[in-house]
């Protein structure tokens, strides 16, 4: 079967959010009735690295985490908390609540999807399986709880290439979703037999590689991170190429004192944190005139903010909810890369890391 026979659906990228300013006072009056409620209702917050800076501050300061998608879903399975509020995309909620089947997990807006996520339906990435018995499956985080279900490996892109690897060096032919920059990626570096569905990331696919090298130009001493999202001639500009962790570590463990980042510039917020001397320069993408999602910010993850995260906390609405037989298949997976990672040591939580 030919995946150019299945006809995939049009991503519709919704305009970045515009939530209103608040004053000084106004922010710490929401911040304090927040941390009342996340006291109240032993509930802590898992938030992304693209989420805005003051709820990743918030998150922090309350006992919640700040992290990549593979830490978020970790995170989660090793709280007392009976609350989950998962501030960033869909995806990263339905893992929590697939570890975590008896907490409820909640989210400022359950709208916060994600284009590789829309761009891989189930039924008709179950097609393409279907026609290919003979490849394992693996699928990144960021797809439903039913593609999931389908799936035998879940990868995020901090582990990606360790399990795929795993794989080659067993003679597995890969059948590989959705986002087939972070496939291709790995295939070349692995030479692992992998078809790939084509998804793609609306934010990184924006990444411009021409003009990245006239910004290089002008800081040749930079140090180029890329998340792998990304398209191929800008991943081969890279200097250091992986997961959102991978990038902020990077930026203060290298020597470097400037860095050219490709990636959602929310991450700005924790590399900053980590090394305050260091300089650091937003990739170019279409530039001015360009639509929002040339902006290099994840229209999705712009969908959590502090008002709305009060008003779930206030509400108790917005609960991820999952199928129990969806459930039952897509934990597999999930805990096949959790139970890899702890084996391998990857991306364990030190004290004092990104
Ligand atoms: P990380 O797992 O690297 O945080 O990536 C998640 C994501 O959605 C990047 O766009
Ligand atoms: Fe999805 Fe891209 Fe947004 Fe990450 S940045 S959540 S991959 S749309």
Redesign the pocket.
Known sequence: MNIESLKLPEIKVPEHPRWPTLSEQEKQQLKQQIRDKLHQQKAVIVA???TDPELQALAEETGGCV????E?ARFGTQQEAQTLVVC??RFMGETSKILNPEKRVIMPDLNAT?S?DEGCPADLFSTFCDAHPEHTVVVY??TSAEVKARSDWVV???IAMPIVEHLAAKGEKILWGPDRHLGSYVQRVTGADMLMWPGS?V??EEFKAVALERIRRLHPDAAVLV?P?SPENVIQQADVI??????IKAVANMDNQEFIVA??GGIFYKMQQMAPEKTLIEAPTAGEGATCVSCAH?PW?GMNALQNLNQVLESGANQIEIDPGIREQAVIPIQRMLDFAAHQGIGMRNKGDA
Do not use: F, I, Q, R
């Open positions: 992304h690295y693209y992290a990549d998608s593979l978020m960033g995309v994600c590789l985080a960021n995020t892109s901090g990331c934010v990184h998340h999202e992986g997961s959102t962790t991978a990038l990636t959602d994840c993850m």
